[in-house]
């Protein structure tokens, strides 16, 4: 199911609860959604997710908890 809205992401990113992960400069998903976690990209199910270079360690480092 997608979701458009007319909303900056950085905004929506800070509204959002800790649940939530950035990963993209596109992407936010849900922590718990997150099946794989691969080196280029996370898995939601059969949904592929791309990871951003800027966001890489960062993502490492929350699901390693």
């Known amino acids: 199911k ?4 007319k909303y ?4 929506l990113e800070l509204e959002l609860s800790a649940n939530f992960l ?6 936010i998903v849900h922590k718990n959604r997150i ?3 691969g080196n280029q990209s996370v898995e939601l199910g059969e949904i592929s997710v791309p990871v951003g270079n ?7 480092q929350l699901l390693k908890k």
């Open 2 to 5: 997608k979701l458009m809205i």
């Open 8 to 11: 900056k992401i950085g905004q």
């Open 35 to 37: 099946t794989v976690f």
């Open 54 to 60: 800027h966001y890489k360690s960062f993502v490492e």
């Open 22 to 27: 950035r990963v993209h400069k596109s992407f």
